[in-house]
């Protein structure tokens, strides 16, 4: 067992609740943690033995593009495209944060974690 680690993706992207959100934009950053068997891939060194994280980034940027008004909505959509479109994955974790979120405060960010 092994994991796979994806950090700190960088997106400007248009999701948000407020209508200004999505017309304006802002930053998000998306951490993926992809759980699968590495027993093979290390002993043959062979990408087709492995989960190819390149392809996981590419799901995550097609995601990323769809607007969604919700963070939980753009997580779990990006859980179900890595499950439907990859295989070895037996578990994933992806978190999606929304940096300088418009809630009438100084805030870093909010983040969402969904894990399944």
Do not use: C, W
């Not at 999701?15 to 093979?40: A, P, R, S, Y």
């Not at 753009?74 to 994955?89: E, F, N, V």
């Amino acid at each position: 067992m092994g994991l796979i680690q994806i950090e700190n993706m960088e997106f400007y992207a248009f999701h948000g609740h407020f209508k200004e959100e999505q017309i304006v934009g802002n930053k998000f950053i998306v951490d993926l943690t992809i759980e699968t068997e590495m027993t093979v891939a290390s002993k043959s060194d062979n990408l087709k033995d492995a989960v190819n994280y390149q392809k996981a980034y590419q799901i995550v940027k097609t995601e990323m593009e769809k607007k969604s008004y919700l963070l939980e909505n753009i997580a779990g959509r990006i859980l179900d495209a890595l499950y439907s479109q990859m295989t070895g994955i037996l578990k994933a974790k992806i978190k999606v944060s929304k940096m300088n979120p418009p809630i009438g405060g100084k805030i870093g960010s909010v983040s969402v974690v969904i894990e399944r």
